[in-house]
Protein backbone atom coordinates (compact mmCIF):
# COMPACT_ATOMS: atom_id res chain seq x y z
CA UNK A 1 0.00 0.00 0.00
CA UNK A 2 1.79 3.43 -0.98
CA UNK A 3 1.82 6.09 1.60
CA UNK A 4 2.25 9.02 -0.30
CA UNK A 5 1.16 11.67 1.99
CA UNK A 6 3.47 10.21 4.57
CA UNK A 7 6.54 10.37 2.17
CA UNK A 8 5.59 14.12 1.39
CA UNK A 9 5.34 14.73 4.99
CA UNK A 10 8.70 13.12 5.86
CA UNK A 11 10.63 14.94 2.57
CA UNK A 12 8.98 18.25 3.81
CA UNK A 13 10.28 17.74 7.18
CA UNK A 14 13.75 17.41 5.37
CA UNK A 15 13.22 20.81 3.62
CA UNK A 16 12.40 22.51 6.62
CA UNK A 17 14.76 20.97 8.61
CA UNK A 18 17.92 21.98 5.87
CA UNK A 19 16.66 25.73 5.21
CA UNK A 20 19.53 26.29 2.65
CA UNK A 21 18.79 23.15 1.09
CA UNK A 22 18.02 24.33 -2.86
CA UNK A 23 16.74 21.34 -4.02
CA UNK A 24 12.77 21.19 -4.22
CA UNK A 25 11.93 17.65 -5.31
CA UNK A 26 13.73 13.95 -4.66
CA UNK A 27 14.39 11.59 -7.25
CA UNK A 28 12.63 8.67 -6.22
CA UNK A 29 11.06 6.66 -3.43
CA UNK A 30 12.62 3.26 -3.09
CA UNK A 31 13.01 0.16 -1.27
CA UNK A 32 15.79 -2.48 -1.95
CA UNK A 33 15.35 -5.94 -2.35
CA UNK A 34 12.25 -8.14 -3.56
CA UNK A 35 11.17 -9.66 -0.25
CA UNK A 36 10.36 -8.04 3.28
CA UNK A 37 12.79 -9.52 4.79
CA UNK A 38 15.62 -8.15 2.42
CA UNK A 39 13.55 -4.82 2.48
CA UNK A 40 13.40 -4.14 5.64
CA UNK A 41 16.96 -5.51 6.60
CA UNK A 42 18.57 -2.97 4.02
CA UNK A 43 16.69 -0.51 5.13
CA UNK A 44 18.09 -0.88 8.77
CA UNK A 45 21.70 -1.48 7.48
CA UNK A 46 21.32 2.03 6.02
CA UNK A 47 19.80 3.49 8.49
CA UNK A 48 22.30 2.49 10.89
CA UNK A 49 24.73 4.13 8.16
CA UNK A 50 26.72 0.58 7.59
CA UNK A 51 25.26 -0.07 4.19
CA UNK A 52 26.43 2.59 1.52
CA UNK A 53 26.00 1.18 -1.38
CA UNK A 54 23.85 -0.31 -4.25
CA UNK A 55 23.52 -0.95 -7.48
CA UNK A 56 20.77 -1.45 -10.77
CA UNK A 57 20.74 -2.97 -13.91
CA UNK A 58 20.99 0.09 -16.26
CA UNK A 59 18.89 -1.92 -18.51
CA UNK A 60 16.30 -1.29 -16.45
CA UNK A 61 16.02 2.12 -16.36
CA UNK A 62 16.63 1.92 -20.65
CA UNK A 63 13.35 0.12 -21.04
CA UNK A 64 11.70 2.38 -17.88
CA UNK A 65 13.04 5.59 -19.63
CA UNK A 66 14.57 6.53 -16.29
CA UNK A 67 17.17 9.32 -15.97
CA UNK A 68 19.97 7.92 -13.70
CA UNK A 69 20.69 9.47 -10.70
CA UNK A 70 22.97 12.11 -10.28
CA UNK A 71 25.56 12.94 -7.49
CA UNK A 72 23.77 14.90 -5.41
CA UNK A 73 20.11 13.88 -5.44
CA UNK A 74 18.12 12.68 -3.02
CA UNK A 75 16.01 9.64 -2.39
CA UNK A 76 13.51 8.57 0.42
CA UNK A 77 14.44 4.79 1.67
CA UNK A 78 11.33 3.20 2.71
CA UNK A 79 10.37 -0.16 3.88
CA UNK A 80 8.45 -2.74 2.82
CA UNK A 81 5.06 -1.07 3.76
CA UNK A 82 6.11 1.57 2.23
CA UNK A 83 6.71 3.72 5.12
CA UNK A 84 10.05 6.46 4.91
CA UNK A 85 12.79 5.29 6.94
CA UNK A 86 15.20 7.99 6.17
CA UNK A 87 16.45 10.41 3.27
CA UNK A 88 20.08 9.24 1.38
CA UNK A 89 21.97 11.69 -0.84
CA UNK A 90 23.70 10.13 -3.72
CA UNK A 91 27.66 10.29 -3.55
CA UNK A 92 28.72 8.53 -6.11
CA UNK A 93 27.51 6.66 -9.61
CA UNK A 94 28.95 4.98 -12.07
CA UNK A 95 28.25 2.42 -14.79
CA UNK A 96 30.11 -1.01 -14.39
CA UNK A 97 30.04 -4.26 -15.98
CA UNK A 98 29.08 -7.01 -13.35
CA UNK A 99 32.02 -8.90 -13.92
CA UNK A 100 34.35 -5.58 -12.58
CA UNK A 101 32.68 -4.76 -9.30
CA UNK A 102 35.49 -5.46 -6.81
CA UNK A 103 36.12 -6.30 -3.06
CA UNK A 104 35.56 -2.91 -1.59
CA UNK A 105 32.26 -2.85 -3.33
CA UNK A 106 30.69 -5.54 -2.18
CA UNK A 107 31.40 -4.62 1.29
CA UNK A 108 29.94 -1.36 1.63
CA UNK A 109 26.95 -3.17 -0.29
CA UNK A 110 26.05 -5.03 3.79
CA UNK A 111 24.93 -7.42 2.25
CA UNK A 112 25.67 -11.06 3.14
CA UNK A 113 28.85 -11.63 4.83
CA UNK A 114 30.44 -8.86 2.54
CA UNK A 115 32.46 -10.72 0.40
CA UNK A 116 33.18 -10.14 -3.31
CA UNK A 117 31.93 -14.11 -3.88
CA UNK A 118 28.91 -13.97 -1.58
CA UNK A 119 28.01 -10.68 -4.02
CA UNK A 120 28.67 -12.31 -7.43
CA UNK A 121 26.75 -15.41 -6.87
CA UNK A 122 23.82 -13.88 -4.79
CA UNK A 123 23.50 -10.30 -6.90
CA UNK A 124 23.66 -12.32 -10.25
CA UNK A 125 20.69 -14.70 -9.10
CA UNK A 126 18.70 -11.56 -8.44
CA UNK A 127 20.24 -9.51 -11.48
CA UNK A 128 19.22 -13.03 -13.82
CA UNK A 129 15.81 -13.01 -12.72
CA UNK A 130 15.31 -8.91 -13.78
CA UNK A 131 17.07 -9.97 -17.02
CA UNK A 132 14.64 -12.97 -17.27
CA UNK A 133 11.96 -10.20 -16.99
CA UNK A 134 13.31 -8.04 -19.47
CA UNK A 135 13.44 -10.20 -22.00
CA UNK A 136 17.11 -10.12 -21.96
CA UNK A 137 20.14 -12.70 -21.20
CA UNK A 138 22.07 -12.30 -17.88
CA UNK A 139 25.93 -11.74 -19.16
CA UNK A 140 28.96 -11.19 -17.00
CA UNK A 141 29.29 -8.28 -19.08
CA UNK A 142 25.57 -6.60 -17.84
CA UNK A 143 25.78 -2.91 -17.24
CA UNK A 144 25.08 -2.25 -13.50
CA UNK A 145 24.16 1.36 -12.52
CA UNK A 146 26.47 1.62 -9.15
CA UNK A 147 25.44 3.86 -6.46
CA UNK A 148 27.21 5.27 -3.17
CA UNK A 149 25.42 7.34 -0.97
CA UNK A 150 25.00 8.69 2.74
CA UNK A 151 22.43 9.39 5.07
CA UNK A 152 21.36 13.17 5.67
CA UNK A 153 18.48 13.02 7.19
CA UNK A 154 16.40 9.98 9.87
CA UNK A 155 13.52 10.71 12.08
Known sequence: M???AALEQFWNDFVRSHPSLQVQRYYEAFRFGNT???ANECADLVLSGVKTATSSLLWTFEQEKKP????GDYSIVIDWNHHPVCIIQTTQVNIVPFKDI??????DYWEGDRTLAWWKQ???????QECAQLGRPATKEMPL???RFRVV???
Open 36 to 38: EQA
Open 68 to 71: LMQV
Open 153 to 155: YKQ
Open 122 to 128: NVWDYYV
Open 2 to 4: KND
Open 102 to 107: DAQFAY
Open 145 to 147: VCE
